[in-house]
């Protein structure tokens, strides 16, 4: 019996930590950065810490000022939605960015995310904008806002 309860506490310790994307709940999860209700698939993003928690975001650009003003916290994914697979996280830090007047997004940056830089230049081709990797967006960010 006490076998039995060491292991499940061990279980429960080991899960509870585990470093991984949540998921999104659409309409009803709100932004930690601003409280809107996150509802656009095509924007949303994700930082997790390498403790394990979660902190979802309507916009990119709320991740990256929420991360400037908590940068105490380590760490362990930020995640985006690629703009062409409207849901699904990518790894923010490889991602290609587009701020193109052209394509809204929900806090007014016109910001988006790509999974790949060939995908982004078509879209900037069709809609127009300026291409971004994450560090120079992210100098971008802090200095416009």
């Known amino acids: 019996m006490k076998l039995t309860l060491s292991i499940f506490f ?4 080991f899960t509870a ?15 930690q950065y601003c409280n ?6 095509q924007h949303a993003s994700q930082i997790v810490t390498e ?10 650009e709320c991740m990256i000022n929420y991360h400037t ?17 409207p849901g699904k996280l990518i790894d923010a830090t490889t991602a290609t960015y587009l ?17 790949s830089k060939q995908v982004a230049q078509k879209t900037q081709a069709e809609y127009s904008g300026k291409l ?10 802090k200095e416009k806002y």
């Open 10 to 13: 061990l279980v429960l310790l």
């Open 17 to 31: 930590c585990e470093v991984k994307p949540q998921k999104i709940n659409y309409g009803s999860d709100n932004c």
């Open 36 to 41: 809107m209700t996150i509802v656009d698939r």
């Open 51 to 60: 403790k394990g928690r979660s902190y979802k975001f309507d916009a990119i």
């Open 69 to 85: 003003e908590h940068s105490d916290q380590s760490v362990a994914m930020y995640l985006v939605n690629d703009f062409n697979t």
């Open 99 to 115: 701020i193109s007047p052209e394509i809204s997004s929900p806090m007014g940056a016109n910001l988006s995310a790509f999974n």
């Open 132 to 141: 971004y990797d994450w560090e120079v967006l992210r100098l971008y960010l």
